[in-house]
């Protein structure tokens, strides 16, 4: 059910692509086709209904070239990108997840000696004005 509305959302957002504003949804749906090999929500016909045409981002061409999106289908990835990234993040959830720890842990380790001698500063100058 989950997998249902997160495609349904995904095909909504697809119609925010290249759109004023949405430059960093654009460059991820472009990274993500690249990297991924993969073209639209479930499929490339997903890009059809954005484009009201038969076509796709040029992100989706197996060799990019300028508006290789116009070409035929054979030309373009043919993987669903949903199906290829929740594969791909199953099999690396470890190291998603120990990413996710190691950044937190950082995050903490500097965070802390940094916080304190702004804190400590901030009671000398209290308490003497006091």
């Not at 054979?74 to 959830?93: D, F, I, M, S």
């Amino acid at each position: 059910q989950i997998d249902k509305y997160a495609q349904r959302d995904l095909r909504k957002g697809l119609h925010l692509y290249g759109t004023e504003g949405n430059i960093g949804l654009t460059n991820a749906w472009s990274i993500i086709q690249t990297d991924f090999r993969c073209c639209g929500v479930s499929n490339y016909t997903d890009w059809f209904e954005v484009y009201n045409t038969s076509r796709v981002p040029d992100s989706c061409c197996l060799e990019f070239s300028e508006n290789c999106g116009l070409h035929s289908p054979g030309t373009w990835w043919k993987a669903p990108c949903y199906e290829t990234v929740k594969v791909w993040l199953q099999e690396n959830l470890l190291a998603v997840g120990i990413f996710g720890l190691c950044t937190a842990m950082v995050q903490v380790q500097f965070n802390i000696p940094f916080q304190i001698p702004i804190n400590c500063s901030y009671l000398s100058n209290h308490r003497a004005s006091s």
